[in-house]
């Protein structure tokens, strides 16, 4: 379309990016896979493909702040978890969107469904490992495998962002301990570190709309507000019944299956 590049764009594609950066927020701070949502849109109406990575970094940013808020004023949020865990999850992510160009997208796309799948069925063998977490874990320093691990995410997060929070979430809590609230606290506060290192450097690549990027934000922010109240409110349980939807979902798109069945409902 190119609507944005020629500063054109209708009323009703405003609503559109709102819309979509609320359910990007709500998905995101409650599991992740939020941009699977936003980076169609914003590849959509105009924007090229670098850019709407980029430009959907303010959304997720912005979104985080919100609900790294939230959690906190909850009383579920471990800040010391946050600040060691982001440590090596920043490096990586500075290394992922330095590299954003060079891969095979869909290639990338195809293997995290297929690793979403198997994510999927150990949500489902192991639930009470993710109802209750592993407390006596949570103090532990985190070994050198367990810091590679989220350095090897980071690098995910930092080049495409989409279904990265599923990945941090399903590391804090089989990794670390946690449980999904408090593994859910944890992911917004690393993803803030992360996704904060990762645009700055598409900004230096000159490689973020900031007007679209704000607009998208509102919706962001208050998917995130709503979702993080959410956790809180409801425990895990809920929020595990909301995981595996979105990992569902999100597998199914990242397999094509979603295209396939639209395919077939049109050739009837």
Known sequence: MGV???N???WYLYVAIIAAGFVAG???TLAGSGSLVTLPLLIF???PATVANGTNRVGVLLQNIVGLSIFKHGKVLDMRGVLILSIPS???SVIGAQIATNLNEVLMRRTIGVIMVIMLFVI???PKRWLEGELENINKHPSLLKIFLFFTIGIYGGFIQAGVGIFFLAALVLGIGYNLVRGNAVKTGIILFQTFAALLVFVFHSQVNWAIGLILSIGNM??????AKFAVSWGPLWVQRV???IVVISAADLLGIIELMKRFILSL
């Open 45 to 47: 109406i105009g924007l």
């Open 243 to 245: 995981l595996i939807a």
């Open 222 to 227: 208050l998917g995130a507000w709503i979702a």
């Open 4 to 6: 944005i590049l020629n």
């Open 26 to 28: 709500f998905i995101n």
């Open 8 to 10: 054109c764009m209708p």
């Open 124 to 126: 489902l063998l192991q």
């Open 90 to 92: 920043v490096i990586g």
